[in-house]
């Protein structure tokens, strides 16, 4: 049971940081403010695309397995450790994409990987949290 905890609370983790590189992609890809507030119901089509991306770079293999597999009884391991891994997936997939990206794009991976690492490192910790709360509840029962 606690497996399945885990894994729900991962997931969600997962949907709602890929919501949210989603909206900082289209902020990073929109240089006019207007323009991103139009970009806004479009915000999980490009959540999709981030998540496909890091998907298929490895991304939510190696957090799920930190997420699910083994979990710190300090708060802020697991959201450090989601957060480098971040960093370092967004890394690579810069790398790959660097010949075929504008300047523009590439002058974007900074903030893209400090802003997104920001973001994982706060759902992670938000996740933590409320999965330690439940299994502590469910313990109590």
């Not at 300047?103 to 706060?122: I, K």
């Not at 933590?128 to 029962?141: D, E």
């Amino acid at each position: 049971m606690q497996v399945l905890k885990r894994l729900l609370v991962w997931l969600i983790e997962a949907l709602t940081a890929a919501l949210l590189l989603g909206a900082l992609l289209g902020a990073l890809s929109s240089p006019d403010f207007s323009k991103f507030v139009s970009l806004l119901p479009g915000v999980w089509a490009l959540a999709f695309g981030v998540g496909a991306i890091l998907f298929l770079h490895g991304y939510y293999l190696t957090t799920a397995l930190a997420g699910v597999v083994w979990r710190s009884t300090k708060l802020w391991v697991y959201p450090t450790i989601a957060a480098a891994l971040f960093v370092i997936h967004t890394h690579i997939v810069f790398a790959r994409l660097r010949p075929d990206i504008s300047s523009s794009g590439r002058a974007a991976e900074l903030p893209f990987a400090t802003v997104g690492a920001c973001a994982v490192f706060g759902c992670a910790l938000i996740g933590n949290c409320f999965l330690r709360k439940w299994t502590q509840a469910g313990s109590k029962l």
